[in-house]
Nanobody
Framework: QVQLVESGGGLVQAGGSLRLSCVAS????????MGWFRQAPGKEREFVAA????????AYADSVRDRFTISGNNVRNTVALQMNSLRPEDTAVYYC??????????????WGQGTQVTVSS
C-alpha cells in the first residue's frame, strides 16, 4: 500500500502561481513514478504531469507544458507541482498519484484525496 497526502491548493487570480505538494508513505518503492492529475466539474480526470522517482523521466500534458513544473525528492518521498501563469481553465481538483511509470498512459493505482485549485478571472 502507498498513502498519498496532498497540500497547497487554494484560490488564486489568473496569472498567479500555486505550489502543490504530495507526501508519499508506505511501500513507495513498489511504484516507479509519481504523477499529478486533475478533474474539473463535469469533466473526466486528466493527466497533468509525472516524474520517475529517479528524476530521469518527466512528462507533461500539452496544456500545462511551459507553465507547470513537476519535481520529486526520493529521499523525502515528496513530489511537488509548481503552477505558474494559471488560467481559469486550470480550475479543478488536483490529485497526486503513484504509478508504474512517468507516462500519461501508465497505470496509476494509488491516489491522494485531492486538493482544490480555483483560478479566478
Amino acid at each position: 500500500q502507498v498513502q498519498l497526502v496532498e497540500s497547497g491548493g487554494g484560490l488564486v487570480q489568473a496569472g498567479g502561481s500555486l505550489r502543490l505538494s504530495c507526501v508519499a508513505s508506505g511501500r513507495t518503492f513498489s511504484r516507479g513514478a509519481m504523477g499529478w492529475f486533475r478533474q474539473a466539474p463535469g469533466k473526466e480526470r486528466e493527466f497533468v504531469a509525472a516524474i520517475s522517482w529517479s528524476g530521469t523521466r518527466i512528462a507533461y500534458a500539452d496544456s500545462v507544458r511551459d507553465r507547470f513544473t513537476i519535481s520529486g525528492n526520493n529521499v523525502r518521498n515528496t513530489v511537488a507541482l509548481q503552477m505558474n501563469s494559471l488560467r481559469p481553465e486550470d480550475t479543478a481538483v488536483y490529485y497526486c498519484a503513484a504509478g508504474l511509470a512517468a507516462d500519461r498512459n501508465a497505470k496509476f493505482d494509488y491516489w491522494g484525496q485531492g486538493t482544490q485549485v480555483t483560478v479566478s478571472s
